[in-house]
């Protein structure tokens, strides 16, 4: 099993590339057997899936941690401002951030003889043969 931080999926900068998602995508640019293909497209839907519970999660915390207008409701969240407080706000998203999922990882041994980039060896995604 892959243990992979919720920050190596999942920013708050949209221009924020997942390591996970670009190592996976690099392995299915490879000439791989259907089995392992299928296996990394499984992969990258229930990583996409845990991303946007991420996301979800991360906009109820701006909800819950906005400042209220007259009425008692939430204030859309542009900036710090916004906050009710912002330190409470900083912590939970750390926390939320810092959390960790379990996968099922792919072996090193069956991509052993691949050419890939540097990075995807490095991937939490990929499991070490001692695992």
């Given at each position: 099993?892959?243990?992979?931080?919720?920050?190596?999926?999942?920013?708050?900068?949209?221009?924020?590339?997942?390591?996970?998602?670009?190592?996976?995508?690099?392995?299915?640019?490879?000439?791989?057997?259907?089995?392992?293909?299928?296996?990394?497209?499984?992969?990258?839907?229930?990583?996409?899936?845990?991303?946007?519970?991420?996301k979800s999660e991360f906009e109820r915390l701006r909800t819950v941690y906005a400042r209220k207008d007259e009425n008692g409701n939430p204030v859309n969240v542009e900036s710090e401002r916004d906050l009710e407080d912002v330190r409470a706000f900083r912590l939970a998203v750390d926390e939320l951030m810092n959390d960790t999922i379990t996968l099922e990882g792919i072996p090193f041994a069956a991509i052993e003889e691949l050419s890939l980039k540097g990075a995807t060896w490095a991937s939490a995604i990929i499991e070490d043969e001692d695992e």
């Open positions: 099993m892959a243990t992979i931080r919720i920050n190596e999926i999942c920013s708050t900068d949209p221009s924020f590339q997942p390591p996970v998602m670009v190592a996976l995508a690099d392995i299915l640019a490879q000439r791989i057997n259907s089995r392992l293909g299928r296996k990394v497209r499984k992969l990258q839907q229930a990583v996409q899936a845990e991303i946007e519970i991420v």
